[in-house]
C-alpha cells in the first residue's frame, strides 16, 4: 500500500474578481490607516503650536516693564541724608535710616501731582536707595530716576483697551494717563532685567526668577549628584552579580512598583525621614534634592538594567576569551557601550524631576523666598513651585509673570535635556 500524494498546490490567480476585491480593500485599509495616524501628528502638532503660541504671547510682556521719569530733588525732600554719612563705616546703617520711600512719594506728587504715587511701584524707591548708594553726589542737585510703574500704568501700557478689565473707569483713566505721559516722553518700556535678578516679591513690577531658579539648579546638582550613580550602581549589581532567587525577584518588583508611585507619597516620604527623623532644615535645596532623588533612581535602574540587557552576549565572551576579568569587562564594555540607554533614562527621571511640584509642597519649598539661596541649607524654592504660588495671586500683574516663569521653565529644560541628549550621541557606539 503507498502514501497517498497530496495534490500540488496551484499557483493563486490573483486576477479573479475575489482577488482584485481583496486586493483593493487592503489599500484602502492600509489608506485608512496611514491617514488616521497622519490626522494624529497633525492634531498633536496642533496642540503643541496653540500652547507654544499662547505661552508665548502672554509670557513675552513678563520679560518687559513700564517705567516712569521721576526727577528728584533731595533738597526738597525730607530725606536729610548727608553725603558725608554715606562715606564712613556706618554708611549702611545711615541708607537704611534714610526714608527713601517717603522721598520718592514726595518727589512723584511734585512731578505729577495727587496720582504721583500711585504711578510708581510700591518698589520704586528701592532704586533711588541703591542709585545714592552707588554713588553719593547724587544727593547734591536734581537727577532724573528711571522707576518701575505700577501695574496699573503698565496695564495702561498694554493697549488692551477690548478686554472687559479695560472697561472699568479707573482702568480707562489710567490708560489715559499712560498716553499722556508717553505723548511727554516721560514713560518707556523695554527689557526687564529685574524678572531675571531678583526673587520673589508681593509685587509682580519687582518680582523675579533668579531665586526659584537658582533653587531649581542647586536641587537639580543634589538629585543627579545622588540618583545616577547609586541607580546605575544598582542596575549593574541587579543584572550583573545579584542572584537569581526570590529576595531578587522581590528587590526587581518593589522597584518597578516604585516608579509608578505617585510623587506625592516621596513628598511624605521626604518630610517623615529627612525632615522630622533627620531634622534637615526645612524648605532647603538639599532636601528637595534627596526627596527627588528618591523619585527618580527607580526609573534610572530600570532603564540601566534595559540597557545592560542590549549588550549583545557576544562583547562578553569575546572580552572574556582575551583574558579580561569580569570587573574589566563591565568597566570597558559593558557600561561604555550601555551609557546611551541609562543617559536616556536619566533624561526621563529629571525632566519628571524638574517639573514637580507635589512632592516639594509637603516638604516646605512654598515658602516666600525674597533672596535667592546661598547653599544647599538655605531657604529655596523652585521654578515649578514659584509658578503655581505666582498663578494663585489676586493681581493681574502676575499673569504675564507666571506665562515668562513657564517659559523659562521650558528652556532650563531643553537645556538640560540638550547637554544629557549630547552626552548620550558622544559615548554612542554603532557596531
Known amino acids: 500500500m503507498t502514501d497517498a500524494v497530496p495534490p500540488k498546490r496551484q499557483p493563486t490567480d490573483w486576477k479573479t474578481d475575489t482577488m482584485q476585491r481583496r486586493i483593493r480593500a487592503r489599500y484602502r485599509a492600509e489608506k485608512r490607516f496611514r491617514f488616521a495616524g497622519l490626522f494624529a501628528v497633525v492634531l498633536a502638532a496642533g496642540f503643541l503650536a496653540f500652547l507654544i503660541v499662547t505661552m508665548v504671547s502672554n509670557g513675552a510682556r513678563g520679560f518687559t516693564q513700564t517705567e516712569i521719569a521721576l526727577p528728584v530733588d533731595f533738597a526738597a525732600t525730607d530725606l536729610f541724608l548727608d553725603p558725608q554719612a554715606l562715606r564712613g563705616p556706618a554708611a549702611e546703617q545711615a541708607l537704611a535710616a534714610a526714608n527713601f520711600?517717603?522721598?520718592?512719594?514726595?518727589?512723584?506728587?511734585?512731578?505729577?501731582?495727587?496720582?504721583?504715587?500711585?504711578?510708581?511701584?510700591?518698589?520704586?524707591?528701592?532704586?533711588?536707595?541703591?542709585?545714592?548708594?552707588?554713588?553719593?553726589?547724587?544727593?547734591?542737585?536734581?537727577?532724573?530716576?528711571?522707576?518701575?510703574?505700577?501695574?496699573?500704568v503698565d496695564f495702561g501700557a498694554r493697549g488692551d483697551t477690548g478686554t472687559r478689565r479695560a472697561q472699568r473707569p479707573e482702568r480707562q483713566a489710567m490708560i489715559a494717563r499712560y498716553a499722556a505721559l508717553n505723548d511727554a516722553g516721560q514713560v518707556?518700556?523695554?527689557?526687564?532685567?529685574?524678572?531675571?535678578?531678583?526673587?520673589?516679591?508681593?509685587?509682580?513690577?519687582?518680582?523675579?526668577?533668579?531665586?526659584?531658579?537658582?533653587?531649581?539648579?542647586?536641587?537639580?546638582?543634589?538629585?543627579?549628584?545622588?540618583?545616577?550613580?547609586?541607580?546605575?550602581?544598582?542596575?549593574?549589581?541587579?543584572?550583573?552579580?545579584?542572584?537569581?532567587?526570590?529576595?531578587?525577584?522581590?528587590?526587581?518588583?518593589?522597584?518597578?512598583?516604585?516608579?509608578?508611585?505617585?510623587?506625592?507619597?516621596?513628598?511624605?516620604?521626604?518630610?517623615?525621614?529627612?525632615?522630622n527623623t533627620f531634622h534637615l532644615p526645612r524648605s532647603a535645596a538639599i532636601v528637595g534634592g534627596l526627596t527627588l532623588a528618591l523619585m527618580t533612581m527607580p526609573v534610572i535602574v530600570i532603564s540601566g538594567r534595559n540597557a545592560i540587557k542590549s549588550v549583545p552576549p557576544s562583547i562578553r565572551d569575546a572580552a572574556l576569551g582575551v583574558g579580561a576579568s569580569s570587573i574589566q569587562v563591565l568597566a570597558h564594555h559593558v557600561l561604555p557601550l550601555s551609557l546611551p540607554g541609562i543617559l536616556t533614562g536619566t533624561i526621563i527621571g529629571m525632566s519628571r524631576a524638574l517639573g514637580e511640584t507635589a512632592p516639594l509642597l509637603l516638604i516646605g519649598m512654598r515658602a516666600f523666598v525674597a533672596s535667592p539661596p546661598g547653599g544647599l541649607t538655605d531657604p529655596a524654592t523652585v521654578l515649578p513651585v514659584q509658578i503655581f504660588l505666582w498663578s494663585d495671586e489676586l493681581d493681574p500683574g502676575f499673569i504675564e509673570k507666571t506665562s515668562a516663569a513657564i517659559i523659562v521653565l521650558l528652556l532650563f529644560l531643553l537645556a538640560m535635556n540638550g547637554i544629557a541628549i549630547w552626552l548620550r550621541n558622544k559615548y554612542e557606539q554603532r557596531w
Open 188 to 275: 518707556r518700556r523695554g527689557f526687564s532685567w529685574t524678572f531675571l535678578t531678583a526673587s520673589d516679591s508681593s509685587d509682580p513690577t519687582l518680582a523675579g526668577i533668579w531665586g526659584a531658579l537658582k533653587g531649581s539648579l542647586l536641587t537639580m546638582l543634589v538629585t543627579i549628584a545622588l540618583a545616577f550613580p547609586i541607580g546605575v550602581l544598582t542596575a549593574v549589581y541587579l543584572e550583573e552579580y545579584a542572584p537569581r532567587n526570590r529576595w531578587t525577584d522581590l528587590i526587581e518588583v518593589s522597584i518597578n512598583n516604585l516608579a509608578a508611585v505617585p510623587s506625592i507619597i516621596f513628598g511624605l516620604l521626604g518630610l517623615a525621614v529627612f525632615i
Open 101 to 152: 520711600e517717603q522721598a520718592a512719594d514726595q518727589a512723584a506728587t511734585a512731578a505729577y501731582g495727587e496720582i504721583g504715587p500711585e504711578l510708581l511701584s510700591n518698589g520704586a524707591w528701592l532704586r533711588i536707595r541703591d542709585a545714592v548708594a552707588a554713588d553719593h553726589d547724587l544727593l547734591n542737585g536734581e537727577h532724573i530716576f528711571w522707576l518701575q510703574a505700577s501695574t496699573d
